[in-house]
């Protein structure tokens, strides 16, 4: 008698949880008081980044952990886990040597590098704080983003060093410590050479070695889990960046929280918790576009590598052709970033049809309609996974991975079991029934410390009971999945109406013509806005704006339907997360769409939303 498959879903998603955070699993939860609010966190996380780092290290020593991009050059270097431990370690003993103690700040800005990492795990061996400062930002706000935090020392790669060259004095000012390069400046011009500490690599005494590694006098018994942990800053599109403060606990969630989703996932599967848990045969190589100043790639994916050894392929920018040649050089296997890049790769006509993929992660911004379901015909047995978090959350709130996400494709899914959300409505302050829509809040010890050194910004997000307001706007289903319609600031409001970017986008994300898709607001004198979209075509493909507005007319509501369409020609504006600038391409839109019909800029407030 043929044995039939186990049906899906072999078990809920309640049982899996129950399985996953029973007593001894690796998701045991605990509860702890956290600034007054009990919190539900993972009893197996490290105690702090320094321990979490050193059991990575030693643990995968003799693994390839990068392929990085060496300075001023195409060309790579592979580096060990043993080998860059020991450059942690050494500039661990510089920074020492430097004044750095536990509790101080030490700020890294950059490209993507292993050389840049080195900096922050090096100031988590001494128990001090990482600033991560986003390198592509104008040289104000990076005044008030290291004046806001005013690190101790500030050290980065050549070309971001030299850029805040011009405002050195104003740092200064603001009680910025000493700057310094970790790479080579023999490419700049001699009069910005002249004003650049080049930092070789440190080589310590045995004494120094040994007080680094054993810990021995560096103050790591004043650490604690609510210790501070890192600095982020928000993308800062409304206004200038806010510095997001997490705990050591907060900083380290995702060593559970990265691997929840898909251990659910195999449970849901029929897998036993032993299958589901067991180390992967082979190495993994991802491939990770997102820049190293941002949450996402420097912790979400850098964490999750410390529990399972991954080889982790860097990206300096992101570039499709140069995207292409390192994943064939490198055979990666796992790509992870902003939907709009794994898009871009599974479009390019250069892609070798025999190319496959175990597993492709997205986050960060909304997954298009039919990505999910064709990545599943192109490369089959692959594990799609889809996340949601902010800056403020530490990475992953909600995740879901396999069958579940294909089958929910809109989705974000259910939240992380130390996690909570709710969605309320933003003009009575209630909270919604299910499927209704509104603003998302979020709670959980994953959730930042505090908007650093702005007490008013963290009073206007947070509530004293531990709620986070996320400023996205979004809806849970009866099963609990969370679904990310759009952020409020960016909801079209057509006579009243609210209209979620994310259902336009969808249909325009069906048209096999189109790349990348964004849906935003033109004026109009007496609804005070309608719908326009920008879109960007995939290599080869043909259509006009009319052409786009026809096709996607018939998939929308009538509100919803744009009525003016922008086509640009190459990406869309983006930020170096990956995101695209909704007020960019809104501005664009607007202005052309004025132009067109000779209307009117908008002449009305927006209706309250």
């Known amino acids: 008698m ?53 059991a990575g290290f030693r643990k995968y020593s003799e ?13 790579y270097e592979e580096v060990t886990y043993a080998e860059q431990r020991r450059r942690v370690v050494h500039m661990a003993a510089w920074l020492r040597k430097q004044g750095i103690r536990q509790g101080d700040k030490v700020a890294v800005g950059g490209d993507n590098s292993s050389r840049f990492l080195v900096v922050p795990w090096a100031a988590h061996y001494l128990g001090a704080v990482p600033v991560f400062i986003n390198s592509t930002l104008h ?35 603001k009680g910025v410590g000493p700057v310094y390069s970790y790479d080579p400046v023999d490419h700049l011009p001699q009069e910005v050479q002249a ?25 790591l018994e004043a650490m604690h889990a609510e210790s501070e942990g890192h600095i982020f ?45 067991a180390p992967a045969a082979t190495q993994a190589t991802m491939l990770i576009p997102a820049p190293l100043f941002h949450v996402t790639g420097c912790i979400s994916w850098t964490t999750r590598q410390m529990t399972n050894g991954a080889r982790i392929v860097w990206m300096k920018r992101w570039s499709v052709p140069e995207a292409l040649r390192l994943i064939e050089k490198y ?63 530490n990475g992953l709130h909600n995740a879901l991975t396999g069958r579940d996400y294909l089958e929910n494709p809109e989705s974000c899914g259910p939240v992380i079991p130390i996690c909570e959300v709710k969605i309320i409505d933003p003009d009575t302050g209630a909270e919604c029934a299910t499927d209704e829509m509104g ?18 910004a963290t009073r206007k997000a947070m509530t004293p009971d531990g709620w986070f307001n996320t400023g996205d706007m979004g809806s849970v289903d009866a099963a609990g999945y969370l679904y990310v319609r759009d952020r409020a600031k960016d909801i079209i409001i057509r006579g009243g109406e609210n209209i979620a970017s994310a259902e ?32 960007s075509l995939a290599p080869g493909k043909f259509l006009t704006p009319q052409m786009v507005l026809d096709r996607v007319a018939p998939m929308l509501r009538y509100a919803a339907q744009p009525v003016f369409c922008h086509i640009y020609e190459g990406d869309l504006p983006r930020n170096a997360n990956g995101k695209i600038k909704k007020d960019v391409v809104k501005k664009t839109c607007a202005e052309l769409w004025v132009k067109k019909t000779g209307g009117k800029r908008w002449v009305r407030n927006k209706a309250k939303l």
Request: proline share 7%; with cysteine; charged share 20%.
């Open 439 to 456: 603003i998302i809040w979020g709670r959980g010890s994953n959730v930042m410390t505090c908007y650093y050194n702005d007490p008013e």
């Open 63 to 75: 693994r390839v952990m990068y392929v990085s991009p060496l300075p001023e050059s195409r060309d």
């Open 331 to 393: 055979d990666v296997s796992v790509l992870g970033g902003v939907p709009a890049t794994t898009k871009a790769i599974f479009q390019s006509p250069n892609l070798p049809k025999q190319r496959m993929f175990t597993a492709i992660s997205t986050g960060g911004a909304p997954v298009q309609a039919g990505l999910v379901s064709d990545l599943t015909k192109r490369f089959p047995g692959i594990s799609c996974s889809n996340g949601w978090g902010l800056t403020e959350t």
């Open 195 to 219: 004003k650049i500490t080049y930092l070789p690599e440190y080589q310590p005494s045995t004494s120094e070695l040994h007080q680094i590694e054993s810990g021995e006098g560096l103050g």
């Open 2 to 54: 043929t044995q039939l498959a186990t049906p899906y879903p072999a078990r809920s998603m309640a049982e899996c949880d129950a399985i996953l955070t029973a007593p001894g699993a690796v998701g045991e939860l605990d509860e702890v008081m956290i600034n007054g609010v009990k919190q539900r966190v993972w009893k197996h996380q490290p105690t702090n980044c320094r321990a979490a780092l050193e």
């Open 504 to 535: 336009v986008e969808n249909a325009l994300a069906r048209l096999p013509e189109t790349s990348e898709v964004a849906a935003v607001a033109v004026p109009d004198p007496v609804l005070g806005e309608l719908v326009g979209c920008a879109v």
């Open 139 to 173: 040289n104000d706000a990076t005044v008030h983003c290291l004046g806001l935090t005013r690190p101790d020392v500030v050290v980065g790669d050549a070309d971001f060093i030299a850029s805040i060259v011009p405002i050195l004095g104003r740092l200064k000012e």
């Open 233 to 277: 800053f928000t993308s800062g599109t409304s206004g200038m960046p806010k510095a997001v403060l997490s705990s050591q606990r907060g900083a380290l969630h995702n060593h559970v929280s990265g691997t929840f989703a898909g251990l659910r996932a195999a449970l849901r599967a029929g897998a036993s918790y032993e299958q589901a848990t």
